[in-house]
Structures are given as structure tokens and as C-alpha cells.
């Protein structure tokens, strides 16, 4: 379970102070899926990076099944918006990479790999270079060697939102049929509204000027979600309901949180 | 530089043609046994090249020429890691580099020889200090390169310090590591030259100046020639081993 209390952030900016995340209270489960939504500037990917360790709150605290969070672990398994895949080694290399730093010997350490690419449906690209992938291609494979982590919480920042819509969905399906394979927390940020209706339990919105949580969406579509989920009527209720909220929610003309001198 | 491998063959070896055409018509009109013609430098060059003097001095050249640049680099790639990652070595480099960096190292040659003698160590020295600030800072850009996603990655992976230098630093800077070699290499063989001069009768620098001194300037001329194409050939060495090793960054050559 992780909880967070009261947890804000500011920044100091020159000579003056940004407040990017005031005062939030969260609690998610283990196992749950959680969208984080919201315009750009209202504190989500602060929130994820507190979450991960990366980033301190300057009050409040971020526990994980009660232990407070000091920084990185590999409990928490981060995948960027950018796949962050060290060009310099082959896929199925920058798979076994956690493990090599874990200290498994690289014979296991490639088989396991593999194993982890045959998962993401990348089987047939272990020995392809970065550079050779596509964009959706290379999240997998991000995906595979955050996985190799075995992380219980998976951090996701924007992972999808440079691709293409087509892809983009595929990539969403893909993530569900994981997810629900596992037992993995999910936080999964995103500024696009049906794709965190689409992927998420629930429906954590943020607004801006300061960044906080404005309401906690409880989504009630069936489980397990295949594609066939998308043709769900409620999702238009959903849709529409999340859209008033993130239009009405006061913005920040600066669209980069609220500032305090 | 790489003028080299661009444009077509036919204007690369007219503009050759045009040079070495006017030095012969300038040596013949001068008439100035100075200025030697174009087959009496051949001829000395052949000259040199059969007795194995030649071979024996380029030898010397290179030996200490590498050897202070192998000592350069390895001094410079660590000094420039350091810096780049630790702000404590970062402030005590700082001054340092900015320094050194303008000061001709060459001044410094006198009491190279006093303390390490007129022999082949002096050079490499000497050698070895005028590469370490070309090294040092294109080491430093290298490893500032690492993108900081790439280093939330390593720390999310809990990769200790030497993981990070070998995995994802070293990486990172290589490309910066073999600009820095393209830019020590004329240095390097300028200083061995020039410290050649002066010194125990080794190398290329020290054929030069014997033959300048005896009016032999044909000699040297072909002396020269060798200096320029060993230059030539540790450039395209490195142009060669970086597309090598920097394969992921393909059609980015210097």
C-alpha cells in the first residue's frame, strides 16, 4: 500500500518560490492501476518523482507498506516518456542490464532477458540496436528491462505519449494484458483523458495554480479490459464529466504552478 | 578536415598538383640550392629511407610521441570524469585548467631536461603535458553529456559508482574522447619535433635540425613529408576506430 500525507513540493526559481504540488492525500492499493490526469504544469510528474525517490517533498510524507521513502529503489520501477535505452547496447543487453547490476551472471542474465522480451512481444529483436526500433518498439523494450527490476510498483511517466494514436492504443492493450498478469501497482501518468479512463481503476485529476488533486475518479468499467472496453458507453459519460473538470479548473497563466514571492 | 574524403578525386589532386608545381618552378627560377627541387628531395628521401636511418629516427618520434599521449589520455579521461562528476574536484580542476590551459607548456621544456634529461623521457613528458589539456577538456564535455534520464535510470537500478563510469559514462564521452584525440595528435607531433630539436640525437625533429645544419635542407624537406604523412595516417586512424566503436552515432563524423 502506498500512502501519501500531506505531501507538498516547491521549488525555488530564482528569487522566487513555485509551489508544484500542495497538500496531497493518496492512498492506492497494491494491484491497483492509478491514472494520474492533468494538464501540464499541475505537478503529476513531481508527484511521480516523489513517489520514486527522485524527488523529496518539502512536507508531507510518501510511505510504501509503512516504510517512509528515503530514494530509488528497485521496488519502483520508473519508465520514461523517452525509452532511455543506452544506444550503445543491444535490446536484449539493455534488458539485462538491472540484472547484470544485480550482480546475475550474464548467461542468466541474457536468458532471463529474453524470457522478459518474448513477454512484450519484442522476441525477435534481442540482437537489434535502439536505433533499429520504432518508437512503440522501443517502450516495450523500456518496459522489458523495467520489469527485469521486478519492481512491485511500476512509475510511468507519459510512457506513450510520443507515439502515434494507432500505436498508442496497442501499446495501452499490451499494458493491461501485463498488468493483469501480475500483481503490479501501476501509477501511470497522463495528460490525455481517455487513455486514463481506458487504463486506470481510478482517475486521479490534478489542477493547476497550485498543482493538487482535485477529485478522485472511481472507473468502474469491467475487469479484465480487453479493446472491447473502448466501446463501453459510459466511457462518453466518463469523458465528458473529466473534460468539465480539467476545462473549469482554474489555470495558471505561466502553466508551470503557482508562484509565491 | 575531412575536405579529405569530399569532393571529387580530380580537384583533390590538382590542388596538390598546383603546390608542388609552383615550389618547382619557385626552386628552379630561384636557382638557390636552399630550395631544392622536388626530385633532389625524392632522391634524399630515398636516400635516408634505405640506410634504415630514417625507419630508426620515426621510430624514436612515434615511440615517445604515443607514449605521452597514451600517459595524456588515460590522466585526462580520469581528471576529466572527476571533474565532470564531483563538485569538489570540479572547483580544485577549475583554476587549474584555466590556467595551465594558455601557458605555451613549452616554456616549461628547460626544466623538463633538467630534471628528466635530454633523452626520450623529457619528451614524453613534455609531450604528455601539452595533450593532457585538450583531453582533459573534451573528457569533462563527455561525461557532462550523460542525459540526466540516463542517470535516474542508473540510480532507479541502484548501479554503484563504477557501474555508472563503465556503463553509461564512458559510453557517453567516447565520441567526445576520440575529438579529443583528433585534436591531441598534431600537438603530439609537433612537441616531439620541436623537443627533438634539442636533445640526445633521436627522432625525426633531431633529422631535421641535423641536416638544416648542414645546408642539407633537401633532408629536411623529406623529413617533413614523413612528419606529415605519419599526421595523416594517426588522423584517419581515429576517424576509422571512432565510426568503429561510435556505431551508434552513424553519419555524425567529425
Known sequence: MIELKGVAKTFQRGDHVVRAVTSVDLTIEGGEFVTVLGPSGCGKTTLLHMLGGFETPTKGTVTIDGQVVTGPGRDRGMVFQDATLFPWRTVSANVAWPLEVNGVPKRAARLQSAALLEKVGLEKFGNAFPGELSGGMRQRAALARTLAMEPSVLLMDEPFGALDAQTREIMQEELMRLWQESDLTVIFITHDISEAIFLGDRVIVMGVSPGRVIEDFKVELDRPRTAEARNDPRILEYRSHLWGLLAHAPSSPSGNGSQIT | ?254
Not at chain 2, 626530385?39 to 636516400?47: D, G, H, P, V, Y
Not at chain 2, 635542407?217 to 576517424?239: E, I, K, P, Q
Request: net charge neutral; with cysteine; aromatic share 12%.
Open chain 2, 1 to 254: 578536415m575531412d575536405n579529405i574524403s569530399r569532393g571529387s578525386l580530380f580537384l583533390k589532386v590538382l590542388g596538390i598538383c598546383v603546390v608542388l608545381g609552383s615550389w618547382q618552378t619557385f626552386a628552379i627560377l630561384s636557382n638557390n640550392p636552399l630550395i631544392p627541387e622536388l626530385q633532389t628531395i625524392c632522391l634524399k628521401f630515398l636516400e635516408l629511407a634505405r640506410d634504415g636511418e630514417l625507419a630508426a629516427h620515426a621510430k624514436s618520434s612515434l615511440l615517445n610521441g604515443f607514449a605521452g599521449l597514451s600517459i595524456a589520455f588515460v590522466v585526462a579521461t580520469m581528471c576529466g570524469f572527476l571533474a565532470a562528476r564531483s563538485w569538489v574536484f570540479d572547483s580544485m580542476l577549475h583554476p587549474l585548467v584555466s590556467l595551465g590551459y594558455p601557458v605555451p607548456k613549452l616554456a616549461l621544456y628547460p626544466m623538463v631536461i633538467l630534471i628528466l634529461g635530454l633523452g626520450g623521457e623529457s619528451r614524453t613528458a613534455q609531450v604528455a603535458l601539452e595533450c593532457f589539456f585538450p583531453l582533459f577538456v573534451q573528457s569533462y564535455a563527455g561525461a557532462k553529456a550523460v542525459r540526466p534520464h540516463m542517470e535516474w535510470l542508473a540510480r532507479n537500478v541502484d548501479a554503484g559508482s563504477w557501474r555508472l563510469a563503465k556503463d553509461v559514462i564512458l559510453p557517453t564521452a567516447l565520441p567526445f574522447l576520440f575529438t579529443g584525440l583528433r585534436i591531441a595528435i598534431p600537438i603530439m607531433l609537433i612537441v616531439t619535433t620541436v623537443t627533438e630539436f634539442i636533445g640526445d640525437s633521436h627522432g625525426l625533429g633531431f633529422l631535421i635540425a641535423r641536416s638544416s645544419a648542414y645546408f642539407d635542407t633537401a633532408s629536411a624537406f623529406a623529413v617533413v613529408a614523413v612528419l606529415g604523412a605519419l599526421g595523416l595516417l594517426a588522423d584517419r586512424l581515429v576517424v576509422y576506430s571512432r565510426d568503429r566503436f561510435v556505431f551508434w552515432e552513424k553519419g555524425t563524423s567529425l
